[in-house]
């Protein structure tokens, strides 16, 4: 069955959704945020099938998220690298941790945490406006056609 693309869509939305709209890209990519660069540590960290990790890196290469670099040259050997877009990312992983974490815990606990590389506190990510500071929720927002668009 041939998967419907939404790489020309006019939402961003949209367009996110077809590059991490399986469930091993942010996977992979929540690795990669974490330090992971070589496949084979992917590939143990998330138990996921070589030719699956294979897709989707190339993938992610092909869309900027990622550089793939040799780091020893007989046999070839290669490591994923984030890039800035890659970097970029971890707002869309962080707004997705904040619902799983809100959202699908009976008890209201997860096992895992976000916490402060300094100070060990969890922390709870929130999305805001960069410009006001102001958080923003579905009642403070609303979609409209973007006036520098061309």
């Not at 590059?19 to 992971?36: F, H, K, N």
């Not at 590939?43 to 550089?67: Q, Y």
């Not at 619902?99 to 009976?106: A, E, H, I, M, Q």
Request: aromatic share 10%.
């Amino acid at each position: 069955m041939r998967r419907t693309r939404f790489d020309e869509a006019p939402c961003p939305i949209a367009r996110t959704t077809d590059l991490i709209g399986d469930w091993w890209t942010p996977l992979v990519m929540r690795e990669a945020l974490s330090g992971v660069r070589r496949f084979g540590d992917f590939v143990e960290r998330l138990e996921i099938p070589k030719a699956v990790l294979t897709a989707r890196l190339a993938r992610l290469v092909e869309e900027g998220m990622l550089d793939r670099v040799e780091y020893q040259p007989n046999p070839p050997r290669y490591e994923y690298r984030l890039t800035d877009k890659g970097r970029a990312f971890w707002d869309v992983l962080a707004a997705m941790w904040r619902w799983g974490s809100d959202w699908l815990w009976p008890d209201g606990v997860p096992p895992l945490a976000l916490k402060d590389r300094e100070t060990g506190d969890v922390i709870r990510p929130l999305v805001v406006d960069e410009v006001t500071g102001n958080a923003m929720n579905v009642r403070t927002v609303r979609m409209g056609r973007n006036p520098d668009a061309h």
